[in-house]
């Protein structure tokens, strides 16, 4: 399991309509995810939750978890193409992965 760094926000449109919306923080890819593709989601240390959660950290503090995680910390592992499609949300998606390594 991981925390992917993330905002959240509510807002009101010029509608008046309550609008919920939330986005994944990228980055540069790092040494395994590059051979993938150019970015990654921010990945946040389990030890750098409360402080990314927290509103009172210093901006300085949380710029500086934006970043690449370190890929020795990381596997990659080959899918089914069926894991590329959010019209497939079973778990056969699960049922399709291999064991053994990307790279």
């Not at 993330?6 to 609008?19: R, T």
């Not at 995680?69 to 399709?96: F, I, W």
């Amino acid at each position: 399991m991981f925390g992917f760094a993330g905002l959240w926000e509510s807002w009101h449109a010029p509608d008046g309509k309550v609008i919920e919306s939330c986005t994944i923080i990228t980055t540069a890819a790092n040494s395994l995810v590059k051979q993938i593709h150019d970015r990654m989601p921010v990945i946040i240390p389990p030890e750098s939750y409360d402080a990314w959660l927290d509103l009172h950290t210093k901006q300085n503090a949380l710029l500086a978890l934006l970043k690449p995680y370190p890929a020795e910390e990381m596997v990659a592992y080959r899918v089914g193409s069926k894991v590329n499609s959010p019209k497939h949300d079973t778990p056969d998606c699960l049922l399709q992965t291999r064991a053994t390594t990307l790279f």
